[in-house]
């Protein structure tokens, strides 16, 4: 059977890119396109030298997380994992979906792992537009409506906050590399003191001294590049419905709504551990 590399280059590269695309889309980093594409041409070059030499297979999953690596931002290592898992499941339902659609088409078949048909681009890419869809909506609803009550603590002074899980959410202070928990600053009122609360603005702005015990985090998002929280070590924050104490997060106070009708006040990240 006669293999065009170039098309197999080129309708990997494909898959892999709505691959990765699909991911994006649910762990909310939706940006830097060309590291996404290059990852994809990564993955399209191992797969055209699989079919040349196929003992690399092994090399596969050392392979994926090096494209999950180059596409997302991962500032752990169990934050990595979790990329390539996700990543390895979104692969499992596209192969799935894309088998079951060109077969419908064209009869195909699987000798050592790898499909044998007539395939074009135009197959190709409506087989990977419907599993990244289908792959969206399972994935999204599995993480949607993930609320939890926090307890935060200072100095035996308690504010309860209801916050969201944001899988986008990778913010860490720069200096001790803690997860942070961003809160509305109303939320704090029990534990922060008002004038704090009230003047977050100028402190941010240096027209006032930053208070004792508290630093600035920088952060980026879309329609703020240049972004600071200002953020504190609680003495405590605990789930409410456990008690569960949570480790080594920071708290980082914002000015802004994060919901337009009240169900939470803060939102989380997957790094932070005990949470989920």
């Not at 990977?128 to 993480?143: D, E, M, Q, T």
């Amino acid at each position: 059977m006669t293999i065009y590399v170039d098309i197999v280059f080129i309708e990997n590269l494909i898959m892999n890119f709505i691959i990765i695309l699909t991911e994006s889309i649910i762990i909310k980093e939706t940006k830097q396109y060309v590291k996404k594409i290059i990852a994809s041409a990564v993955g399209a070059f191992f797969y055209i030298m699989y079919l040349i030499v196929p003992q690399i297979s092994l090399l596969q999953i050392f392979v994926s997380f090096v494209i999950t690596k180059i596409s997302f931002t991962s500032n752990t290592i169990k934050l990595w994992i979790k990329h390539t898992i996700l990543f390895y499941c979104i692969s499992f339902l596209f192969g799935g979906v894309t088998f079951a659609i060109i077969n419908f088409f064209e009869k195909v078949t699987i000798i050592n792992g790898i499909l044998y048909g007539k395939f074009n681009v135009l197959k190709i890419s409506l087989s990977a537009l419907i599993s990244g869809v289908l792959a969206i909506c399972a994935f999204r609803k599995r993480n949607k409506h993930i609320f939890k009550e926090l307890v935060i603590e200072i100095n035996r002074k308690k504010s309860y906050v209801k916050v969201l899980l944001d899988t986008g959410n990778l913010l860490r202070e720069p200096y001790t590399n803690k997860p942070v928990i961003i809160v509305e600053k109303d939320c704090l009122k029990q534990i922060i003191s008002g004038k704090i609360i009230s003047n977050l603005k100028n402190i941010i702005n240096g027209k006032m001294e930053l208070p004792d015990g508290m630093f600035f985090i920088p952060y980026k998002s879309i329609g703020n590049q240049n972004g600071v929280l200002i953020g504190f070590r609680p003495d405590c924050v605990m789930l409410k419905e456990n008690n569960k104490k949570l480790e080594n997060v920071v708290i980082g106070m914002c000015e802004e709504k994060l919901s337009d009708n009240r169900l939470y006040s803060g939102i989380f990240g997957l790094e932070i551990e005990g949470i989920v």
